[in-house]
T-cell receptor, first 111, second 114 residues
């Protein structure tokens, strides 16, 4: 079983839709959960991070972590064409260990 | 220059060539990383340097040789590569190994091995 599973997509939605991106993981020791966004021909950039379980909201973006189910989600409300990118989930079990990434989900928001 | 820069952005090399990738960070960070990004695969961590000391070598073949002369610069020396080494090579930095969840990435070098 892979440590982090993420559906690579592609996912195509109309502008204004609510987007749900998800990852599952197997290592119960993970404590920090991140979402990185990667535009074409760019490196990934940190979008949001959450410590342990719960929700975190930042504008149109909401990150959710359910440690009991080993499941994390990123919701994008009122999606825009500028949200078109690959979204990578990542997680670690402490600040001293390497990040473990998912494969990334390619999202296209169609105007 | 701001953030993390990488040169060259594109590189085509034969299997017998020797080349180097360069990364520079202008963020005052102390940890630097090399990652390999291949299609339909997760980012693969290759090397980690913390305060110029290598702290992680993720079973990378010896045809990849990293060098970190100071906390701002990181190199990846390449020799006798294989076609399966073709990928996007990303450099990243963070404040230190203790804040590794927040990493800042460069734009990457797209490497093609012929």
């Amino acid at each position: 079983q892979k440590e982090v599973e993420q559906d690579p997509g592609p996912l195509s939605v109309p502008e204004g839709a609510i987007v749900s991106l998800n990852c599952t993981y197997s290592n119960s020791a993970f404590q920090y959960f991140m979402w990185y966004r990667q535009y074409s021909r760019k490196g990934p950039e940190l979008l949001m991070y959450t410590y342990s379980s719960g929700n975190k909201e930042d504008g149109r973006f909401t990150a959710q972590v359910d440690k009991s189910s080993k499941y994390i989600s990123l919701f994008i409300r009122d999606s825009q064409p500028s949200d078109s990118a690959t979204y990578l989930c990542a997680m670690i079990n402490s600040g001293n260990t390497p990040l473990v990434f998912g494969k990334g989900t390619r999202l296209s928001v169609i105007a | 220059e701001t953030g993390v820069t990488q040169t060259p952005r594109h590189l085509v090399m034969g299997m017998t060539n020797k080349k180097s990738l360069k990364c520079e960070q202008h963020l005052g960070h102390n940890a630097m990383y090399w990652y390999k990004q291949s299609a339909k695969k997760p980012l693969e961590l290759m090397f980690v340097y913390n305060f110029k000391e290598q702290t992680e070598n993720n079973s990378v073949p010896s045809r990849f040789s990293p060098e970190c002369p100071n906390s701002s610069h990181l190199f990846l020396h390449l020799h006798t590569l294989q076609p399966e080494d073709s990928a996007l090579y990303l450099c990243a930095s963070s404040l230190s190994g203790r804040a590794s969840y927040e990493q800042y990435f460069g734009p990457g070098t797209r490497l093609t091995v012929t």
